[in-house]
C-alpha cells in the first residue's frame, strides 16, 4: 500500500521527494511561487502542483475540494511553513506574520485527519525565546490529536554532504505511542564531502581556466567514483541545470586569492577589510561538506574553480538526484535549492513514519 502525502508550502518538493523515495505515493503540492510550483509538478510523478495564498484560510477550501474531487484521502500531511521570525539568518520578529503560516497545517490536519504530520523548520523553533515557537506547534497540534515530536535534526548525520541543521515535529493521530526519530547512521570521520558528491561533475573551464557559460544539457564525461555519485546519477543519463556563471574581475580576482576552506579573512588586510558579511567569499572545503546552501547571494565558491557553485552542484549538496530537474530563471533555480529540504533527509524520516503508519493499519 502506497501512502497519500499532501505538501503545504512545497517549494521545488525536496521533503515530498524524500518521501516519494521512501515509496509514498505524492499527490498534491501547494505553493505560492509559479517557478517551484513548476518544478515540483514535473518532479513528482502524476501529483498536481496548485497555487495559493495560505494566508487566507478560505483558500484551504480549493485543497479539499480538489482532493474530495480526485477521491484523495490523506494518510501524511507534510510542510517547511516559512517561519522567518524565528530564522537565525534574519531578525528575529516573533511577530512576523509569517510565523503563524503553520496555522494552515493544523486547520487542514483537523479537516483531513491524516495519519501522521510531518513539519520541518528552522533550529530557531527550539532555540529563540526558550522554543516558544516549538511550544505553539505543539500545543496547537496537540488540541486536534497529534501528539508532536521535535528533534534537531544534523544533515551530515544521516549522508547529506552539507553542514545543515533542521528541526523536524512528527506527530501522530490519537496514536498510543510518541514517534521516534531514526538515529545518525554516518559518524564524522565518515561524512559526505563536496569532492564526493560533486567531484564528477564537469569543471566548466576551459584550457586556459576560463568559465565555460550556456551549456544547458551535458553528458557525464567521467564515471562515478563512489555510492554517492552512482546514487545521484543512476535515473539520469544528461546533466541538467549544470550552467557556469562568471563572476566580475573583482571577484574572480579575490576567490583566487581564498584557500579552500577559507573566506574573505584570509585576504590581505587592505582587501579583506572591504567584506562585512560573515560568510563572503567562501571557498568550499573538498575534503569537508559544504556549508548550508543559501537562494543564491554568490558567497560560496567551489573548492577548486574561481566560480559560484552551479545549480546541479548546489541540488547535489541538497542530495536531489540528477534526474530532478529545476525551471525558472537561475535566480529562481537557485533559491529553490536553497529553500529545499534535503531529499534524503525527508527520505529517512518517511522510511521510519512507515513503521508507525503500518502498525496504525
Given at each position: 500500500?502506497?501512502?497519500?502525502?499532501?505538501?503545504?508550502?512545497?517549494?521545488?518538493?525536496?521533503?515530498?521527494?524524500?518521501?516519494m523515495d521512501a515509496g509514498y505515493n505524492v499527490v498534491l503540492g501547494v505553493d505560492f511561487?509559479?517557478?517551484?510550483?513548476?518544478?515540483?509538478?514535473?518532479?513528482?510523478?502524476?501529483?498536481?502542483?496548485?497555487?495559493?495564498?495560505?494566508?487566507?484560510?478560505?483558500?484551504?477550501?480549493?485543497?479539499?475540494?480538489?482532493?474530495?474531487?480526485?477521491?484523495?484521502?490523506?494518510?501524511?500531511?507534510?510542510?517547511?511553513?516559512?517561519?522567518?521570525?524565528?530564522?537565525?539568518?534574519?531578525?528575529?520578529?516573533?511577530?512576523?506574520?509569517?510565523?503563524?503560516?503553520?496555522?494552515?497545517?493544523?486547520?487542514?490536519?483537523?479537516?483531513?485527519?491524516?495519519?501522521?504530520?510531518?513539519?520541518?523548520?528552522?533550529?530557531?523553533?527550539?532555540?529563540?525565546?526558550?522554543?516558544?515557537?516549538?511550544?505553539?506547534?505543539?500545543?496547537?497540534?496537540?488540541?486536534?490529536?497529534?501528539?508532536?515530536?521535535?528533534?534537531?535534526?544534523?544533515?551530515?548525520?544521516?549522508?547529506?554532504?552539507?553542514?545543515?541543521?533542521?528541526?523536524?515535529?512528527?506527530?501522530?493521530?490519537?496514536?498510543?505511542?510518541?514517534?521516534?526519530?531514526?538515529?545518525?547512521?554516518?559518524?564524522?570521520?565518515?561524512?559526505?564531502?563536496?569532492?564526493?558528491?560533486?567531484?564528477?561533475?564537469?569543471?566548466?573551464?576551459?584550457?586556459?581556466?576560463?568559465?565555460?557559460?550556456?551549456?544547458?544539457?551535458?553528458?557525464?564525461?567521467?564515471?562515478?567514483?563512489?555510492?554517492?555519485?552512482?546514487?545521484?546519477?543512476?535515473?539520469?543519463?544528461?546533466?541538467?541545470?549544470?550552467?557556469?556563471?562568471?563572476?566580475?574581475?573583482?571577484?574572480?580576482?579575490?576567490?583566487?586569492?581564498?584557500?579552500?576552506?577559507?573566506?574573505?579573512?584570509?585576504?590581505?588586510?587592505?582587501?579583506?577589510?572591504?567584506?562585512?558579511?560573515?560568510?563572503?567569499?567562501?571557498?568550499?572545503?573538498?575534503?569537508?561538506?559544504?556549508?548550508?546552501?543559501?537562494?543564491?547571494?554568490?558567497?560560496h565558491f567551489h573548492y577548486k574553480w574561481n566560480?559560484?557553485?552551479?545549480?546541479?552542484?548546489?541540488?547535489?549538496?541538497?542530495?536531489?538526484?540528477?534526474?530532478?530537474?529545476?525551471?525558472?530563471?537561475?535566480?529562481?533555480?537557485?533559491?529553490?535549492?536553497?529553500?529545499?529540504?534535503?531529499?534524503?533527509?525527508?527520505?529517512?524520516?518517511?522510511?521510519?513514519?512507515?513503521?508507525?503508519?503500518?502498525?496504525?493499519?
Amino acid at each position: 500500500m502506497a501512502y497519500n502525502v499532501l505538501d503545504l508550502f512545497s517549494g521545488a518538493g525536496g521533503l515530498s521527494r524524500g518521501f516519494m523515495d521512501a515509496g509514498y505515493n505524492v499527490v498534491l503540492g501547494v505553493d505560492f511561487d509559479d517557478a517551484a510550483l513548476k518544478t515540483f509538478k514535473e518532479n513528482h510523478g502524476k501529483s498536481e502542483a496548485m497555487k495559493l495564498d495560505l494566508f487566507d484560510h478560505d483558500n484551504i477550501s480549493r485543497i479539499t475540494d480538489y482532493l474530495d474531487s480526485n477521491g484523495f484521502g490523506i494518510d501524511v500531511l507534510v510542510g517547511g511553513p516559512p517561519c522567518q521570525g524565528f530564522s537565525v539568518a534574519g531578525p528575529r520578529d516573533l511577530n512576523d506574520k509569517r510565523n503563524s503560516l503553520y496555522l494552515a497545517m493544523v486547520k487542514l490536519a483537523k479537516i483531513l485527519k491524516p495519519q501522521a504530520v510531518v513539519l520541518e523548520n528552522v533550529p530557531g523553533m527550539i532555540q529563540i525565546n526558550d522554543g516558544i515557537g516549538a511550544k505553539r506547534i505543539i500545543e496547537d497540534f496537540a488540541e486536534i490529536g497529534y501528539k508532536m515530536v521535535p528533534k534537531l535534526l544534523y544533515a551530515p548525520d544521516y549522508g547529506v554532504p552539507q553542514i545543515r541543521k533542521r528541526v523536524f515535529f512528527v506527530g501522530l493521530r490519537e496514536a498510543n505511542v510518541e514517534f521516534s526519530f531514526p538515529e545518525a547512521f554516518v559518524d564524522k570521520e565518515h561524512y559526505i564531502t563536496c569532492e564526493d558528491a560533486i567531484g564528477d561533475l564537469p569543471s566548466l573551464q576551459t584550457v586556459a581556466g576560463e568559465i565555460i557559460y550556456g551549456e544547458v544539457e551535458q553528458d557525464y564525461s567521467t564515471e562515478a567514483s563512489n555510492d554517492y555519485q552512482k546514487e545521484m546519477r543512476k535515473r539520469s543519463a544528461k546533466i541538467h541545470n549544470h550552467i557556469g556563471s562568471i563572476p566580475i574581475e573583482k571577484t574572480k580576482t579575490m576567490i583566487s586569492m581564498v584557500p579552500e576552506g577559507k573566506n574573505y579573512k584570509s585576504l590581505p588586510e587592505e582587501y579583506s577589510r572591504l567584506y562585512k558579511y560573515h560568510e563572503a567569499l567562501t571557498r568550499y572545503h573538498s575534503k569537508k561538506p559544504s556549508l548550508t546552501i543559501n537562494t543564491g547571494h554568490r558567497s560560496h565558491f567551489h573548492y577548486k574553480w574561481n566560480r559560484i557553485p552551479t545549480v546541479r552542484e548546489s541540488a547535489r549538496l541538497q542530495s536531489f538526484p540528477d534526474d530532478f530537474i529545476f525551471y525558472g530563471n537561475k535566480s529562481e533555480q537557485y533559491r529553490q535549492v536553497g529553500n529545499a529540504v534535503p531529499p534524503l533527509l525527508g527520505k529517512v524520516v518517511a522510511k521510519e513514519l512507515l513503521k508507525y503508519l503500518k502498525e496504525n493499519n
